[in-house]
Each structure stands twice: as C-alpha cells, then as structure tokens.
C-alpha cells in the first residue's frame, strides 16, 4: 500500500471531487528555512523535546504578541483546556461565549456541568462577539467570557473589555486565527487575560502541522500552566522537606527537592498532560514567525482581490471593510448575500462548487449541536448567527497555498457564478 491508496478524509477532503480553487490543502506555506530548521534539529544530537528551541521560540512569540508569558503546547484546543483551567469556574458561575467559532473555543466548559454557559450573538458583518448583547447577556454572576477575532478580525475589544471589567469578568481571546494582524497597534492575544493560539496547518502559521501556545501577564499562571503541561498537578511547592507528605518515608532530599505540595488548591486540582511541543516543531515555528509578515501579506492580496472582484458586484453582495484602526490577518474571507429576492445564498454555493472553488461554510451555530442542545441550547438563541449562516454567509479559499493562477481563477468563478445565480 503507498500513500496514493490512503483515502483522503481529511474535513474538507471530498475524494470524489477535483477543486480548481481546493478550501484548505495548507494554510501555511512551507519554504527552505522551514526544511532547514527542522533538519538541523533532527541531526543535532541534541534532545528533541523540552530543549533550546522551545524557549526560543517562546521568547520570539512573547517578543511577538507582547505579552510577558508565552507557552507553548501541542494545540490550540489544548492551550483552550488550559485557559478555562486558569478561570477557576466554580459551580453556578456562567460563562458567556461565540456560537461563531470552531467548536474547540468552547467545548472545554462542557467538562463542568455546573456553569452556566450563555451564547452571545454576533454581529452580522464581522461575525465577532456583539458587544450589546454582551452588555444585555453579562450579569454578577459572569465570571468569564470567551470569543473569538472571527477569520483574522480582530473583535471590538476596547468595547468588550469595559463590559467585561465592569462585572469582574476574566476575558480569553480564542486568538487561533488572528496571528498578524492588529488591533489599535496591539497585537490580538495580548489585549485580554489569557490569549490561545492554534498552529494547526491551516493556521497563518503552523508547527509540523499541529502545535499551540497560550499568552498572559500573569506568573502565577505561568507556572501552573507549565506544571499542566509538564504532566504534574495543579498545586503549589511548599518549602523542601525531608519527608513525602504524610507518609513520613525519608526522601533521598538531594535528588527530589521540594517534591511535597500544599493541599489549599484542593478545588482546583488537576492532573497534568503531556502537552510539551517538540524541539523540531518549536524551530520551525521560529521560521515560521520570521515569514509571518509574508504569509499574513499574501492572504491579504487575495482577499483585497476578492473584494475587488465583489465591488463589481455592489447591492448584490455585502463585504466587511477593514477599518483603518486593525489589520485584518485573513485567516478567513467571508462575504454575505443580504437580500434572497435578487440572489439565493445556496444556488451561489452551488454555481461555485460546480465551477470547482470549494466553500465550505466556517462555522455551524455551536449552541444548535448536539452537545450543546442537550444542555438546553436552542434555535432562536443568536438569530444573527442562525440568519447568517443558514442564508447569508458565503466563506471563499484565502490562503498562501494557492498559486497566482488559482487566484486569477477564483475571481472569475466567482463572478462568472454571481451572474449565473443572479435572479433577474
Ligand atoms: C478558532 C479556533 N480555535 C481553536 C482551534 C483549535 O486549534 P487546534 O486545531 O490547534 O487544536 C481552531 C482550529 O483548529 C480554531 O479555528
């Protein structure tokens, strides 16, 4: 068997379908110092896990996003795992989230069953959090709030952050898509409490495929976390001491220092994981950071192009400006079919899939699937994102992977399909 005869079942692999303008084959692309990287790590001789990479590339990342920790971790929805660690929810809190993200920003709540968790709409053209309906959602007993930059967007922080900090609330960017770009000259991840970043291949910047990082100013939390991922528990040192706990056995001190834990975190205790990002990972990562402004740069040439292209189509089609005061760093590009007598949204989904540019829509509403609607989450909680999703939105292929001419194609599909869904 070759690797020819794997299936491709990737998510958005369709095997009986050959895309011209393929969604997401890598959202990164890959060059020579990338290679170069990776293999000089490999011939080193050195570790290849918890060694001089790891820090490098957490010290370029802090450098990067500005914020006095940065750690590393074997994903996004790990680095997720551990954000809502740090929160310490206690029974009855609630927590106020996006249904308009992958479903990793929020699936870690579903481990407690006593918070409350609360959809908050977004707003129809960023698709980000809408700060009025957090202003209407949040109440004494919010402790937390997690959204998500929606494709690169950076959400309306200074807004959210005064409702937030009114009601005592801890905010965690899902910043898993807004690597590069800017809010107010601040860089996403570093404008909250706790920061998350995913560098799965897709991602504006990827580690050998799959990797995170979480960003705080916060050193207690650094050292916990580092403990959490180190694959210990969640508790603090005490002083050394000469015995293990209660069981009085006398340690051999000079080779386990300190190896004793007070019990006052009880509540939260946790045990660790192995999520610890490997030393040919991190080192491509540092190459990866280094090419950040160019892969970043080239998402947002073809998107300017695609909204060229749709200005063609003003009245018909409605597409987000970027306002002066972000960047947008275009992990995503989505426009919006606003008026169903002049165009059907799934008639244009269907002319393009015909004409070979693959748009799958990013996301589904998280409060309509099943893990959420068995806690009680309905149709009719966020209209807008329901109104959006179901009848609105169109997401177009917007990443490095893709060649000048498959970029020059995707803009004539895509007009040649608006004419021909196009209700006369
Ligand atoms: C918004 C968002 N958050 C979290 C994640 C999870 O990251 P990972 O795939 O690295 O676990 C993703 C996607 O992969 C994402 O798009």
Same mark, same amino acid.
């Given at each position: 068997?070759?690797?020819?005869?794997?299936?491709?079942?990737?998510?958005?692999?369709?095997?009986?379908?050959?895309?011209?303008?393929?969604?997401?084959?890598?959202?990164?692309?890959?060059?020579?110092?990338?290679?170069? !990287?990776?293999?000089?790590?490999?011939?080193?001789?050195?570790?290849?896990?918890?060694?001089?990479?790891?820090?490098?590339?957490?010290?370029?990342?802090?450098?990067?996003?500005?914020?006095?920790?940065?750690?590393?971790?074997?994903?996004?929805?790990?680095?997720?795992?551990?954000?809502? @660690?740090?929160?310490?929810?206690?029974? +009855?809190?609630?927590?106020?989230?996006?249904?308009?993200?992958?479903?990793?920003?929020?699936?870690?709540?579903?481990?407690?069953?006593?918070?409350?968790?609360?959809?908050?709409?977004?707003?129809?053209?960023?698709?980000?959090?809408?700060?009025?309906? =957090?202003?209407?959602?949040?109440?004494?007993?919010?402790?937390?709030?997690? =959204?998500?930059?929606?494709?690169?967007?950076?959400?309306?922080?200074?807004?959210?952050?005064?409702?937030?900090?009114?009601?005592?609330?801890?905010?965690?960017?899902?910043?898993?898509?807004?690597?590069?770009?800017?809010?107010?000259?601040?860089?996403?991840?570093? =404008?909250?409490?706790?920061?998350?970043?995913?560098? @799965?291949?897709?991602?504006?910047?990827?580690?050998?495929?799959? +990797?995170?990082?979480?960003?705080?100013?916060?050193?207690?939390?650094?050292?916990?976390?580092?403990?959490?991922?180190?694959?210990?528990?969640?508790?603090?040192?005490?002083?050394?001491?000469?015995?293990?706990?209660?069981?009085?056995?006398?340690?051999?001190?000079?080779?386990?220092?300190?190896?004793?834990?007070?019990?006052?975190?009880? !509540?939260?205790?946790? @045990?660790?994981?192995?999520?610890?990002?490997?030393? !040919?990972?991190?080192?491509?990562?540092?190459?990866?950071?280094?090419?950040?402004?160019?892969?970043?740069?080239?998402?947002?040439?073809?998107?300017?192009?695609?909204?060229?292209?749709?200005?063609?189509?003003?009245?018909?089609?409605?597409?987000?400006?970027?306002?002066?005061?972000?960047?947008?760093?275009?992990?995503?590009?989505?426009?919006?079919?606003?008026?169903?007598?002049?165009?059907?949204?799934?008639?244009?989904? @269907?002319? =393009?899939?015909?004409?070979?540019?693959?748009?799958?829509?990013?996301?589904?509403?998280?409060?309509?699937?099943?893990?959420?609607?068995?806690?009680?989450?309905?149709?009719?909680?966020?209209?807008?994102?329901?109104?959006?999703?179901?009848?609105?939105?169109?997401?177009?292929?917007?990443?490095?992977?893709?060649?000048?001419?498959?970029?020059?194609?995707?803009?004539?599909?895509?007009?040649?399909?608006?004419?021909?869904?196009?209700?006369?």
């Amino acid at each position: 068997m070759t690797i020819a005869d794997i299936p491709k079942l990737g998510a958005f692999r369709r095997p009986d379908k050959h895309y011209l303008v393929p969604y997401l084959p890598l959202g990164s692309t890959v060059g020579a110092p990338e290679i170069t !990287a990776v293999t000089d790590v490999m011939s080193s001789g050195e570790t290849l896990s918890g060694g001089a990479w790891r820090e490098r590339f957490e010290s370029d990342f802090r450098a990067y996003v500005g914020t006095p920790y940065a750690l590393s971790t074997t994903s996004g929805t790990v680095s997720l795992e551990l954000a809502v @660690h740090l929160l310490g929810l206690r029974p +009855g809190d609630e927590v106020i989230v996006t249904p308009q993200t992958y479903q990793a920003s929020v699936q870690p709540l579903l481990q407690y069953p006593d918070v409350t968790v609360k959809f908050c709409d977004v707003r129809n053209d960023t698709l980000n959090m809408d700060p009025r309906c =957090l202003e209407r959602l949040i109440g004494p007993r919010t402790s937390a709030v997690i =959204l998500v930059h929606y494709g690169g967007h950076p959400a309306d922080m200074d807004e959210i952050m005064d409702i937030a900090r009114a009601h005592d609330a801890l905010v965690v960017e899902d910043a898993a898509h807004t690597l590069g770009g800017l809010y107010h000259g601040r860089r996403p991840g570093s =404008l909250a409490d706790i920061g998350c970043f995913s560098f @799965h291949s897709s991602k504006n910047i990827t580690t050998l495929g799959e +990797g995170g990082m979480v960003t705080f100013a916060d050193e207690g939390w650094a050292e916990r976390v580092d403990r959490l991922r180190g694959n210990e528990v969640d508790a603090r040192f005490v002083a050394q001491r000469h015995t293990f706990g209660d069981s009085k056995e006398p340690l051999p001190g000079a080779l386990y220092p300190g190896r004793a834990y007070t019990h006052d975190l009880v !509540a939260l205790l946790r @045990h660790g994981t192995n999520a610890t990002l490997g030393e !040919a990972a991190a080192a491509m990562g540092v190459a990866q950071l280094a090419a950040l402004e160019r892969l970043v740069g080239r998402r947002r040439m073809i998107a300017a192009r695609l909204r060229e292209t749709l200005h063609g189509f003003d009245g018909l089609v409605e597409v987000c400006e970027e306002p002066s005061d972000i960047v947008h760093a275009q992990h995503l590009f989505a426009f919006f079919v606003r008026d169903p007598e002049r165009l059907n949204r799934n008639r244009l989904l @269907h002319e =393009l899939d015909e004409r070979g540019v693959q748009t799958p829509l990013r996301y589904f509403p998280l409060h309509l699937l099943p893990e959420w609607r068995s806690r009680g989450h309905r149709y009719g909680e966020c209209p807008t994102a329901e109104q959006v999703w179901f009848h609105e939105q169109v997401n177009l292929p917007c990443h490095p992977g893709l060649s000048d001419r498959q970029v020059d194609m995707m803009c004539d599909l895509l007009a040649e399909s608006l004419r021909a869904a196009r209700i006369r």
